[in-house]
């Protein structure tokens, strides 16, 4: 089992950044790919990046390509969302998720609340 935790949410004006921290513990040799998903109310959860950790290979919704980056730092074990030119559509809570290969689900974290305002 995974544990992860995220942070760096906030609130922000449009056009600003962020960046989001997962700090992963426990069984983290494990995880093949790593991503980052949003939920906005009323609306399904979403991919938004992934990256596969042994090959480094990286995934991006269509909406965020361009403004949005996925990377890892292996030795502290975190994943990172770095967040550029923030829209308004982008509010949502963000969560961190860690797989094994073939793994269907994973481990979620509790999630950050990101809110960018016009």
Known sequence: QVQLVESGGG???AGGSLR????????TFSSYRMG????APGK?????????????ATYYLDSVKGRFT????????TLYLQ???????????????AR????SSGSW?????VTVSS
């Open 11 to 13: 609130l922000v004006q």
């Open 20 to 27: 989001l921290s997962c700090a992963a513990s426990g069984r």
């Open 36 to 39: 980052w998903f949003r939920q």
């Open 44 to 56: 399904e959860r979403e991919l938004v990046a992934q990256i596969i950790l042994t090959i480094g």
């Open 70 to 77: 996925i990377s890892r730092d292996n030795a502290k074990d």
């Open 83 to 97: 967040m550029n030119s923030l829209k308004p559509e982008d509010t949502a809570v963000y969560y961190c998720n």
């Open 100 to 103: 094994a290969y073939g793994e």
């Open 109 to 113: 974290g509790q999630g950050t609340q």
